[in-house]
């Protein structure tokens, strides 16, 4: 497996080694011991399988507080995404900060972003599927969010404002600024 540090240390970007043959391929897309080693902790609880049908939906930015925040190892199986982690640790060098990169069936990377985060991903191809494991159970009383476009943020999203499809509940979400700290370091 390889594993990449991003300009935030603590998300991570691993690609599951394939093993293919006239048949198809094998991967081993998760493996406690080796994903802990990698800086990848778990214990997972919970999978969830999004589709999208077309290029442009945005999901996000999204995050839970609390005993129930979650970490997400998140991953394209069909189609491709540009997914995205904010750092909402307060105190933490990279408060506010994002990164992002294209996870695709092709490249088969999968990233790591730990609990503080909010995540988020755009579709980058009609038909998309995305698998996420998450650590916490989904907890609507956790669950907080804040606008996919805020410009305080400067997320550098790889569509325009007008190609966005989002969900209403998405679409009212608010800038950080108006969000008290849910996350210190």
Not at 75 to 91: C, M, N, P, S, T
Not at 99 to 124: D, K, R
Request: hydrophobic letters at 40%.
């Amino acid at each position: 497996m390889k594993v990449e540090t991003l300009i935030i240390p603590d998300v991570k970007v691993l690609t599951p080694a394939r093993f293919g043959d006239s048949r198809g391929f094998f991967s081993e897309t998760w493996n406690q011991d080796r994903f802990a080693a990698a800086g990848v902790p778990g214990p997972f609880i919970q999978d969830n399988h999004v589709r999208s049908h077309t290029r442009g939906v945005v999901r996000g930015l999204h995050l839970q507080i609390g005993p129930n925040a979650q970490g997400k190892l998140v991953r394209a199986v069909k189609g491709a995404i540009w997914d995205v982690a904010v750092d909402l640790r307060r105190g933490s060098p990279t408060y506010g900060r994002s990164v992002g990169m294209t996870l695709s069936a092709e490249n088969w990377a999968q990233i790591w972003v730990p609990p503080g985060f909010l995540h988020g991903y755009c579709t980058l191809t009609d038909e998309t599927e995305v698998i996420y494991k998450v650590t916490a159970p989904y907890d609507p009383s956790a669950e907080r969010g804040v606008i996919w476009n805020d410009p305080d943020l400067a997320v550098a999203w790889p569509i325009g404002l007008g190609d966005a499809v989002l969900s209403e509940k998405d679409l009212a979400l608010p800038r950080l600024a108006a969000c008290e700290p849910w996350f210190h370091v």
